[in-house]
């Protein structure tokens, strides 16, 4: 139906950049919010920064001004741009995106399978 590939993660030295990337795929009619999510070992997972289909952009404390959330609509792609990256960004960062498979139907969430984000020396 609908897949979410995330790609782009890796081993990075603190104050290191990475970028990341999930792209949609399948028979959709239109996908709406998408956003970052990542969970850390023992922890819950949690939300990163998140971008409506007109741009807006919202993000975690913990990321605002060293992250960049963005999209490109017309290849159903979105952007994680990390910065200044620390050893507390360590993660498994998966994507998310709210999608509508017919027009008028209701919207679905679906995930993609994650990417590992190291930060270490």
């Known amino acids: 139906q609908v897949q979410l590939v995330e790609s782009g993660g890796g081993l990075v030295q603190p104050g290191g950049s990475l970028r990341l990337s999930c792209a949609a795929s399948g028979n959709m009619f239109s996908i709406y919010a998408m956003d970052w999510h990542r969970q850390a070992p023992g922890k819950q997972r949690e939300l990163v920064a998140a971008?409506?289909?007109?741009?807006?952009?919202a993000y975690a404390d913990s990321v605002k001004g060293r992250f960049t959330i963005s999209r490109d609509n017309a290849k159903n792609t979105m952007y994680l741009q990390m910065n200044s990256l620390k050893p507390e960004d360590t993660a498994v960062y998966y994507c998310?995106?709210?999608?509508?498979?017919?027009?008028?139907?209701?919207?679905?969430?679906?995930w993609g399978q994650g990417t590992q984000v190291t930060v270490s020396s």
């Open positions: 971008i409506t289909s007109a741009g807006s952009t």
């Open positions: 998310n995106a709210e999608v509508q498979l017919r027009r008028g139907e209701q919207q679905f969430h679906f």
